[in-house]
C-alpha cells in the first residue's frame, strides 16, 4: 500500500477543488483559499493500493484540470499550485515546509 501527501499550495482563492486518485474522488472542498502567511490552502493523506497512481487535480468551477502519474514510494510528496490559471505540480521525496 502507498500513501501520498498533497499539499495545495499557492494560488487558490475561494475556490473549489477536486482531486481523484486513478479516477476515484478522493477530495472535494467547495471553497478553498491559500493562507498567505504560510502558502498553504489544504493538505491532503492519500492512501492507496497502487505504487503508481494517477492523480487529477481539477477547479470545475474555473473548467481548469491536470494531472501526473506518480510512483507514490518514490515520490510521496505532491505541491500543487494554481498560477495563472494553470495547476502546476511539485514533487519531493521530502514534507514540504511551511513557516
Do not use: C, H, R
Not at 84 to 90: A, H, L, P, Q, R
Amino acid at each position: 500500500m502507498g500513501k501520498i501527501v498533497v499539499d495545495l499550495q499557492e494560488g487558490f482563492s475561494n475556490d473549489a477543488v477536486e482531486i481523484t486518485v486513478n479516477g476515484k474522488l478522493t477530495y472535494s472542498e467547495k471553497s478553498i483559499s491559500t493562507d498567505l502567511s504560510i502558502g498553504l490552502a489544504d493538505s491532503i493523506l492519500s492512501e492507496t493500493e497502487d505504487d503508481t497512481i494517477w492523480l487529477e487535480v481539477s477547479l470545475p468551477q474555473k473548467n481548469i484540470q491536470n494531472k501526473i502519474l506518480i510512483n507514490v514510494n518514490a515520490i510521496p510528496y505532491i505541491g500543487i499550485k494554481l498560477i495563472n490559471s494553470s495547476i502546476s505540480f511539485t514533487s519531493s521525496t521530502d514534507s514540504f515546509i511551511y513557516t
